[in-house]
């Protein structure tokens, strides 16, 4: 950097500095709730006051202007939801390996909030980072940081807009946005993030785990044989996803398995289901009671590979850990298919006349 810009920047810090000190910024209500779980206090939601953006798109790079990029990514045995230039926190064994049901963010970008007046003029009186603005004009560099030393001492934030990387409309939605908005104390920005939001993002990254399905008999069963159907290593039956925003907020979605369904693969007046199965269906005991599975009534020849196609979903109802955020998610509902090929019981004739 050349001597006049430095000695101007170091100008502008040392001005702002002093500006904080005598007159430090009010942290807005939204950042000063503490991160006290789902029942954090959110961020206001739906209040549209003045929120002052700064020129430029968020085109080319991290937005918070010298800052490290933040990505929060949790990714198991199936993709679940990249967070990218985010500070939010995805944790819970629901985020673990699993699987997801698609669901999908009503809108895959955000606005965070993130510096401090004073924070955020440090970044962007960067050197490093701002190489190549100061090398192309270093007035139009000192205009550039004036914007954000006209905010020292005034309360409220800058917010930065961060996106889902996973979906496929994430990069354009971001690309819209500006690089940073101002807002004021108690203010949410037009696309900030609220615990709605919040809560959206932890049922996105919900996952459970694959079922793994036993059957009775296993490798083939035969018609009017009940073929018992029950869940092998279930694990645990109760997952949860937060995602939080730390020192604002954090919301908590929670998954517990209730039943499981069946579908045989066929008609009803091919195959008869059982369907009191609890959770996890029952798994077979030699003389016990059969409750839960199909009873194919025909065989199954006649089908394509000579087989039936046996689904066995898992339920897992979704609620939020939150009584003050009003909002109702389906279930988690996670299916595995498996082959059954059904034959016919085979009958002799003696010569008494008699079978068996």
Known sequence: MKPLIATLVAGLLATAAAGAHANPPAIDG???????GAGAAPVAAG???????VRGKALARDPGGGSPEVTGAQKGRTSVINLKNSRI?????????????GYRLTSPCWYEPGPTPEEMLKQQSDSATHFNRIKAGEESFLRFLEQFKDKIGKPGRWWTPAYNEDDPRGISCWTGLEMFVFVPPNTTPPQGITIRELTDIARAALT?????VRLNPDAKSFVNLPTWVWLDGVGETRRTATATLPGVM???VVATLKSIDIDPGTSGDRAKVAEDCGPAGKPYVKGGTYTCGVSYLRASLDQPREVYQLTVTTVWPVQVADPGVNVQYQPVRVGVTRDVPVGEVQSSVRDDGATG
Do not use: I
């Open 250 to 252: 954090s919301a908590t």
């Open 208 to 212: 459970v785990p694959e079922p793994k």
């Open 30 to 36: 939204a950042v000063a709730a503490d991160a006290r």
């Open 89 to 101: 926190v995805l944790s819970g064994n629901g985020v673990r390996a699993g699987r997801r049901d």
């Open 47 to 53: 209040v549209h006051g003045v929120a002052a953006p």
